[in-house]
T-cell receptor, first 109, second 114 residues
């Protein structure tokens, strides 16, 4: 099956800093989504981005399908951005989403 | 904006008890999913459901688990006799399209088995 690597596994930022999170894939994907899991465990849909670039406020995401990676940008980070960020993908004949291991982001005031 | 809703947000139960977690998917969606996340671990696929039957299930989804769409709106996950290791966050998701469709996730139901 398709393998995914999320990096970095952990990231600590000061409030106001920018960051880039990355997912690398071993093969082409049909579906690529980014999620934020807040400290209470709730899963928040961020982006559906099998290809191209999308922006939503301080967050944006880019997927370069031909090079098998996706990036999540967080600008001017806030303490409320803390939590785990997951990329999730499906590919080939496998339509269900498979989650990466996540990046644990901590934003300090 | 339409959303997937889950109830309860948190349930505490005794080992051996039956638990039903409820989900209301987005109204025109046709594909439904349950995922599970044990504390500190990855979000794992449990089961997918389409056209009133299970389309795929993982090895985690054993005979203790069942899913049902009892009416036109609800999608439920039943755990027949809970075990300590069933303690986890359970997420429901729905999609309008298979293969390339976006999955919309609920915020989760936390199950604690004592």
């Amino acid at each position: 099956g398709i393998q995914v690597e999320q990096s970095p596994p952990d990231l600590i930022l000061q409030e106001g800093a920018n960051s880039t999170l990355r997912c690398n894939f071993s093969d082409s994907v049909n579906n690529l989504q980014w999620f934020h899991q807040n400290p209470w465990g709730q899963l928040i849909n961020l982006f559906y981005i099998p290809s191209g670039t999308k922006q939503n406020g301080r967050l944006s995401a880019t997927t370069v399908a031909t090079e098998r990676y996706s990036l999540l940008y967080i600008s001017s980070s806030q303490t409320t951005d803390s939590g785990v960020y997951f990329c999730a993908y499906s590919g080939g004949s496998n339509y269900k989403l498979t989650f990466g291991k996540g990046t644990l982001l901590t934003v300090n005031p | 904006e339409p959303e997937v809703t889950q109830t309860p947000s948190h349930q505490v139960t005794q080992m051996g008890q039956e638990v039903i977690l409820r989900c209301v998917p987005i109204s025109n969606h046709l594909y439904f999913y349950w995922y599970r996340q044990i504390l500190g671990q990855k979000v794992e696929f449990l089961v997918s459901f389409y056209n009133n039957e299970i389309s795929e299930k993982s090895e985690i989804f054993d005979d203790q688990f069942s899913v049902e769409r009892p009416d036109g709106s609800n999608f439920t996950l039943k755990i027949r006799s809970t075990k300590l290791e069933d303690s986890a966050m359970y997420f429901c998701a729905s999609s309008g399209l298979v293969l390339t469709g976006e999955l919309f996730f609920g915020e989760g139901s936390r199950l604690t088995v004592l």
